[in-house]
């Protein structure tokens, strides 16, 4: 039976923007429905171009499985993911992506670079999209306009 665990990334979405950070949100299942990680974007708490939700989320589930494949876990996240999240979750071998959003303008998968359509990458996992779309984007739209107001 499905289950989708998006309402968790979209959590961490909404804490990453309490902390001033882009309001991204990533949860990491394994085969039997627990959750092995979660985590929000803090590239601007660590000073870290690459602490992207989905980055922080596959690193630590492959500590707590102890494993660098995470082939029986599927991934959550609450915008598509951009080139560089897209090439992690391709060489971690995440079974499933669901996404909610979609990223025209810094996307990897669906718009932008496509990356799972390059002969060159290795594993390609099942790709869902538009699960609680809604709530993402207005998380983004709410973020990014006040972040012009202030410019």
Not at 4 to 29: D, F, Q
Request: charged share 25%.
């Amino acid at each position: 039976m499905f289950r989708s665990y998006m309402n968790m990334a979209l959590e961490e979405a909404a804490k990453a923007l309490e902390r001033g950070e882009v309001p991204i949100g990533a949860v990491i299942v394994e085969n039997f429905g627990n959750i092995v990680a979660r985590a929000g974007n803090e590239t601007r708490a660590r000073l870290d171009p690459s602490a992207h939700a989905e980055v922080l989320a596959i690193r630590e589930a492959c500590t707590v499985l102890k494993t660098e494949r995470l082939v029986n876990c599927d991934m959550y996240v609450t915008l598509e993911p951009c080139a560089m999240c897209a090439a992690l979750i391709a060489n971690a071998r995440i079974r499933r992506i669901y996404f909610a959003a979609s990223d025209p303008k810094s996307g990897g998968i669906q718009q932008g670079a496509r990356i799972f359509d390059r002969k060159q990458t290795h594993h390609v996992p099942e790709i869902y999209s538009g699960i609680g779309e809604e709530k993402a984007a207005e998380l983004l739209r709410n973020f990014f306009s006040k972040k012009r107001f202030k410019a």
